[in-house]
């Protein structure tokens, strides 16, 4: 009987591997075997993770406005394997994780066909807010997952918080404070609940576990980023990134913008049902005080400003709370059945059409791509080996460090025009270095808002230099590469 169980749960585990790899195979195209396509900012934290791995120092070498926590899984990835291979493998054990937690979660409550349900409601809603995959929202969902897990097991279970609880919970705050302070909406939502919650119930030692524990938890990776910045000289560039710079971009508080606006209005739906079915039962408004906090502090963090669709994956967790209210008061196994079914049927029915999509546009992206690593290696074998690495790559789209696959010699190395619009002083920056004693030798640019100079830029200053100290060199393939003068 112990054996078969073993067994049932191995395979179970196996079962959700191949989930894992069949989704990021079918809808994270940025890493799919299926295509070659290069996308926006997954393409920019691919370049980052490919620098960091080759050695690299983070906002000293190279900048982003990302925390140290997605420098280090990306250059984890890409010390894997390179490129989109290493990328695939980064979501594959990212997803893998995630659908292990919600397993976990169902286990706290209910059966394998509950879990398995929650499981492919998750992946039906994560299929519409992917956005191609390896976005930092994605990155951040089992840190978050782990805190939902941790409340559950708190509310249903135990009633009190161990020593390991408050220290997984701050660990899990500390990672997504260094990655991105937004991404950290669940875990205050789950802080704040479990603070009033124990002091509701006059539980100090649980208090004392939060708190205590909780602040321990800041120190892993604090110290490991910190003491990494420290060693090279690079803390304020490192705070400057991650907060300082992140604070100036931000233009409004609440937006009604949105690619996907509607999961706001799904995610509220499942927690207001599974919250009504919930406190029928039990009659506990501790309930409410949850689902409050998740939904608000999820919908704060992912709706300043304007909302990206992968920005919705940061509701996830309080879609998965409400969900497992849902499925916790459903107590007719025919229903169940029924569900586990539909939710199977539509998630195939999903894989299949996307499936379809990406295998059939393949052939074209990977015809795309092979042509614009063809042209920009013919731009690039003009300038002299001994002087690529004195090559300045300014305004070029994302994907250009990876069809190039050459790490760029200096600092700001794309973005250039919306960095330096959020702050002057990265013009100002980026203008010094063109009359230092390491200033590029070549520049290349990007054929742009049908100029042949570069007219449309922000920086003045810099295109103003450039017109006065570089020659155009060559105008080829929507590129233009100019010298500086003798």
């Known amino acids: 009987m112990i054996k078969n169980f073993k067994y049932s749960e191995i395979a179970y585990y196996l079962?959700?591997?191949?989930?894992?790899?069949?989704?990021?195979?079918?809808?994270?195209?940025?890493?799919?075997?299926?295509?070659?396509?290069?996308?926006?900012?997954?393409?920019?934290?691919?370049?980052?993770?490919?620098?960091?791995?080759?050695?690299?120092?983070?906002?000293?070498?190279?900048?982003?406005?990302?925390?140290?926590?997605?420098?280090?899984?990306?250059?984890l990835g890409q010390a894997v394997a390179p490129y989109r291979r290493g990328v695939w493998i980064l979501e594959f054990v990212n997803l893998s994780l995630c659908l292990i937690i919600l397993y976990r979660i169902g286990n706290l409550v209910f059966d394998k066909k509950k879990s398995s349900i929650l499981i492919l409601a998750f992946l039906i809603l994560f299929s519409r807010i992917a956005s191609k995959?390896?976005?930092?929202?994605?990155?951040?969902?089992?840190?978050?997952?782990?805190?939902?897990?941790?409340?559950?097991?708190?509310?249903?279970?135990?009633?009190?918080?161990?020593?390991?609880?408050?220290?997984?919970?701050?660990?899990?705050?500390?990672?997504?404070?260094?990655?991105r302070l937004n991404n950290a909406g669940a875990v205050v939502a789950v802080c704040v609940f479990l603070f009033v919650a124990t002091l509701i119930d006059r539980e100090y030692k649980s208090l004392k576990n939060l708190i205590l524990y909780f602040i321990l938890g800041q120190l892993p990776f604090t110290i490991l980023y910190l003491g990494y910045f420290f060693y090279h000289d690079a803390v304020y560039?490192?705070?400057?990134?991650?907060?300082?710079?992140?604070?100036?971009?931000?233009?409004?508080?609440?937006?009604?913008?949105?690619?996907?606006?509607?999961?706001?209005?799904?995610?509220?739906?499942?927690?207001?049902?599974?919250?009504?079915?919930?406190?029928?039962?039990q009659k506990d408004l501790k309930i409410v005080l949850i689902s409050v906090l998740l939904y608000f502090f999820s919908y704060l963090t992912v709706n300043i400003g304007y909302a990206y669709a992968h920005y919705y994956i940061l509701m996830c967790p309080a879609f998965v709370f409400g969900g497992v209210l849902i499925l916790k008061s459903i107590e007719s196994e025919?229903?169940?059945?029924?569900?586990?079914?539909?939710?199977?049927?539509?998630?195939?029915?999903?894989?299949?059409?996307?499936?379809?999509?990406?295998?059939?546009e393949g052939k074209y992206f990977k015809a795309y791509s092979k042509t614009k690593y063809r042209e920009i290696h013919e731009i690039i074998e003009e300038i002299p080996l001994n002087e690529r690495s004195r090559t300045y790559y300014y305004g070029m789209d994302s994907n250009f460090y990876l069809w190039a696959e050459v790490n760029p010699s200096y600092?700001?190395?794309?973005?250039?025009?919306?960095?330096?619009?959020?702050?002057?002083?990265?013009?100002?920056?980026?203008?010094?270095?063109?009359?230092?004693?390491?200033?590029?030798?070549?520049?290349?640019?990007?054929?742009?808002?049908?100029?042949?100079n570069f007219d449309w830029s922000l920086n003045k200053e810099f295109a103003q230099f450039l017109k006065d100290n570089y020659d155009l060199h060559l105008h080829k393939h929507g590129f233009l590469l100019f010298r500086r003068k003798e």
């Open 15 to 75: 079962f959700l591997l191949v989930l894992s790899a069949i989704f990021v195979s079918i809808f994270c195209e940025v890493a799919s075997p299926f295509t070659y396509r290069y996308v926006g900012d997954s393409s920019i934290f691919m370049t980052m993770g490919r620098m960091f791995a080759d050695g690299m120092i983070p906002y000293l070498e190279f900048f982003d406005h990302k925390g140290p926590s997605l420098v280090l899984l990306e250059g």
């Open 237 to 281: 560039e490192v705070i400057y990134a991650t907060f300082l710079f992140n604070f100036k971009y931000v233009s409004s508080l609440f937006s009604t913008d949105g690619e996907a606006f509607e999961i706001n209005i799904v995610v509220a739906f499942v927690l207001l049902i599974g919250t009504v079915l919930e406190y029928r039962r």
């Open 411 to 452: 600092k700001y190395f794309v973005l250039q025009e919306w960095h330096g619009r959020h702050d002057k002083e990265i013009f100002d920056e980026i203008n010094q270095m063109l009359i230092s004693d390491n200033y590029p030798i070549w520049i290349m640019g990007e054929f742009f808002r049908g100029k042949e």
């Open 133 to 179: 995959g390896n976005t930092s929202e994605e990155l951040s969902l089992v840190p978050l997952f782990l805190s939902i897990y941790i409340l559950c097991k708190y509310y249903f279970q135990e009633k009190k918080i161990s020593a390991k609880d408050g220290f997984i919970i701050g660990l899990c705050f500390s990672f997504l404070f260094w990655l």
């Open 334 to 360: 025919r229903i169940i059945n029924i569900a586990l079914l539909l939710f199977l049927i539509a998630f195939s029915a999903l894989t299949i059409r996307s499936g379809y999509y990406v295998i059939s």
